[in-house]
């Protein structure tokens, strides 16, 4: 989104009226070698007596308005000088979206950035430890045992308690 863009305060966090909002229309590239898994979408602005709001949108029609469209992510709170969201797969798809900067109460420009991230390194189930007691009437342990286990694993114990 481009600083100084337009837009009416409306004091709406949803207007239908055009003149309250600035759409900003946005590609997320797809093909071989491109791993889109998330995109952050945050705008922000001198001063927290200002207050832009924000929604992202899937372009279906490719008319890179917002209009008629249904929101996918949004941020929407006062007394800050930024708002941000997120996309996430399976919701971010390679395709046209775009963003409206909403005019709440502002009375100053905004700058905006969109960043993609590739999915979150994949980390491996780790083994979890355990220490089973069997405990007798007055606090007595008759028996401990460790146990060891994977993430998803079932074990069957048998003879803990003899």
């Known amino acids: ?4 863009d337009p837009a009416a305060p409306c004091g709406v966090v949803d207007p239908d ?3 309250c909002y600035n759409d900003h229309p946005f590609t997320v590239p797809g093909g071989t070698g491109v791993d ?6 945050q705008v922000s ?18 008319d890179g308005k917002s209009a008629g469209e249904s929101a996918l992510a949004n941020s929407e709170q006062g ?13 971010l798809t ?7 900067v909403i005019n709440y109460a502002a009375d100053e420009p905004y700058n905006g950035t969109v ?7 994949f980390v491996a189930a780790h083994q979890e430890s355990y ?16 146990l060891f286990i994977k993430r998803g694993q079932i074990k069957k114990l048998t003879g803990l308690c003899k």
């Open 45 to 62: 602005w001198a001063t927290p007596t200002s207050d832009w709001d924000l929604r992202v949108y899937r372009d279906t029609n490719g």
């Open 36 to 41: 889109n898994d998330q995109a952050s979408i």
């Open 94 to 100: 390679p395709g046209n979206y775009v963003i409206r």
């Open 131 to 146: 220490t089973l007691t069997c405990e007798r009437p007055a606090g007595v342990i008759k028996s401990t045992r460790q």
């Open 79 to 91: 007394t800050t000088s930024s708002e941000a969201t997120s996309i996430v797969q399976p919701d």
């Open 1 to 4: 989104p481009a600083a100084g």
């Open 115 to 121: 960043t993609f991230y590739g999915p979150q390194p």
């Open 17 to 19: 009226d055009p003149n």
